[in-house]
């Protein structure tokens, strides 16, 4: 069975996640991560990267390694490195999606997700709850030691 390597985006904007809906192929309509596949020479990050200046018109800040995602689908094996990004320049523009969500840990699931993706969804439902607590932390860690003195 053949193998293709992608990278997804797990775009995080505080408790936010944004998943786009497919515009074309066999799993038109299918909810993902956005990203695409690895070119010769490229790092998983500078693919990502230019996969969403791409489908996105947007600049990312690739950010921590969250799993790899093999799943073997009818015609083709997927293995898809997913990474958290974050947006650093530019509002993201549709350019080969049909429509496009920011998503909260409590709605992550109100959409049709491709089936390699749905196989993440608990895990970043976990990690971005975590990614929020610590981010309150930080944010308030000043306060925090004040009060514990």
Request: aromatic share 10%; hydrophobic share 40%.
């Amino acid at each position: 069975m053949k193998t293709i390597n992608v990278v997804a985006a797990i775009i995080r904007d505080g408790n936010k996640i944004y998943a786009t809906q497919r515009g074309y192929g066999d799993y038109k309509d299918g909810w993902e991560f956005p990203g695409g596949k690895i070119e010769p020479g490229e790092t998983p990050q500078q693919a990502l990267a230019r996969e969403i200046k791409e489908e996105l018109d947007t600049d990312i800040a690739v950010g921590d390694f969250l799993t790899t995602i093999e799943y073997d689908y009818p015609a083709f094996h997927l293995s898809m490195q997913c990474f958290w990004a974050t947006i650093c320049k530019g509002e993201p523009v549709l350019k080969e999606h049909e429509a496009a969500k920011w998503l909260t840990a409590d709605n992550l699931d109100s959409v049709e997700w491709l089936p390699a993706d749905l196989t993440i969804i608990s895990l970043i439902k976990d990690k971005l709850i975590d990614q929020i607590a610590m981010d309150i932390l930080i944010r308030h860690h000043a306060a925090f030691e004040e009060l514990s003195k």
